[in-house]
């Protein structure tokens, strides 16, 4: 068979069986992340195998397309009147998440005898969040409650937060080490995060004018889609973060474009295809075997994460006068864990060999848990904030 039929035949496996966890999910408390997650795992290499290499190879192809209208429709929903009301709420529970995280995981771990080296990046790397398995399941559950376009601002300017605050570990650790490489990685931060907003604004500006003229009011689905590939297209070139780039362009587009009624909101209805192979494959790639290596570290890393994100957004939503609801489920909100995370376990391998296993067996083994039971987790909150 050739790798042409073998791909066509296995896309079309996998989106007919995201039909099946639309079905289970209705009749379950299980969200679809969590089961597409489940089914993946299943097909993939340590059980079934079924899931043939033409996928595998276009894994990160089929992930950028996702996650970059994740971060447009994230964007989107960064309005000037949402931050005028919620501002205040998004920047203290935001930022006291992240940080909460870091100095929770960072101190724990201290305190078992962990080096200081080791207890700060995971520290930082516990700060990322999962933005599509976040969206994914507030979609799912189709809530427009304030606490639900509370906690999508705040995935949407997550990663940001994330990304500094690695970078900031990154550098302490080569003080530490007695590297000389610590400015050089804040200055990185720097390049990736701002080179992203940078050119977010740069599309978005033109864009928010140009768009939505062919058909008055309604921006085209080839406009959407264009804009996005390109950005993101850009944003790779340019050694940016994609997912900031088109957050940027799409708060941009939304709120500057006046004559569209709904900014590109026809791109919403290509998006799950693309989110059911990302998921379904992401489940593919969990290493399910991980987990029995994480060890007391391991335990300690997903305890205190866990703490971080509860006391980190419950400190943010006091300190902020956000309501008893939002107090108290925020951070529950906020615990799925995914991509990000690993990405940035990698970089700290690559930079620091001698702590590579530690890092990368513990971050491997515990997204596995954070992934699939943290959508779980954010549904229940979803539910007791309506």
Known sequence: MSDIAEFLLAVGGLLLLGLVTDFLGKRTFLPRVTLLLIFGIIAGDEVLAVIPDSIHDRFELITNMALLMVGFLLGGKLTVDSLRQDGRQLMWISLSAALGVVLIVTVILLLFGFPISIALLLGCIASATAPAGTMATVLEAKSQSPFSKLLLAIVAIDDAWALILFSFGLAVTSILNGGDNGSLYLLEAGYETGGALLLGVVIGLPASYFTGRLNPGEPMLTEALGLVFICGGLALWLEVSFLIAAMTMGAMITNLAKHHEYPFHEIENVEWPFMVVFFLLAGASLEISSLTGIGLLGGLYILARVIGKFAGAWLGATISRADNKTRRWMGFAL????????????????????????????????????????PICTRIALRRTE
């Open 335 to 374: 615990l799925p864990q995914a991509g990000v995370a690993i990405g940035m376990a990698l970089l700290a391998a690559n930079e620091y060999p001698q702590y590579q296993q530690t890092i990368l067996s513990i971050i491997i083994g515990t997204t596995v848990i954070f992934e699939v039971i943290g």
